[in-house]
């Protein structure tokens, strides 16, 4: 287990449990195994977790905040502004949800680039970021 301290008073806020490499790894091929399905699913299906994710970060807007606040030790205001911004974010990847068709996207750059960019209607899978800790560096 490790705590969590508020970085101004040194007050463990909260105890959070560690999950060992085998839990990861575990995670990592479940996550892989449900891909397919996940995959099937329609995209207008897949945003709606995208909008209720918005929906309870709304509800709790004022509490994330604060939670920021206490864990990083970043001025309220800030924290709001994170909270938002993240609200925001996911409102704009739900709704580009609503277009998972695949198209192509003209280029910006002009003609004299010879570059293509094309959407996927496909999701793009389960990603994970190993912390330091999965990487056996402490």
Same mark, same amino acid.
Do not use: C, D, T, V
């Given at each position: 287990y490790l705590n969590v301290p508020n970085p101004a008073t040194a007050e463990v806020l909260a105890t959070v449990p560690l999950s060992p490499v085998t839990e990861v790894d575990e995670a990592?091929?479940?996550?892989?195994a449900a891909f397919p399905a996940w995959r099937r699913t329609?995209?207008?299906a897949r945003i709606?977790?995208?909008? =209720?994710? =918005?929906?309870?970060m709304e509800e709790n807007f004022e509490d994330l905040s604060r939670s920021i606040t206490m864990?990083?030790?970043k001025p309220l205001p800030q924290a709001l502004g994170e909270v938002a911004m993240t609200v925001d974010h996911?409102?704009?990847?739900?709704?580009?949800?609503?277009?998972?068709?695949g198209r192509v996207v003209p280029n910006q750059a002009g003609e004299s680039i010879s570059r293509i960019r094309a959407t996927s209607?496909?999701?793009?899978g389960s990603t994970m970021r190993p912390t330091a800790r999965h990487c056996g560096c402490r």
């Open positions: 990592a091929h479940l996550a892989l329609p995209a207008a709606q977790y995208l909008f =209720k994710l =918005k929906q309870l864990e990083n030790g996911l409102l704009w990847y739900a709704e580009e949800g609503r277009r998972a068709y209607s496909s999701p793009p």
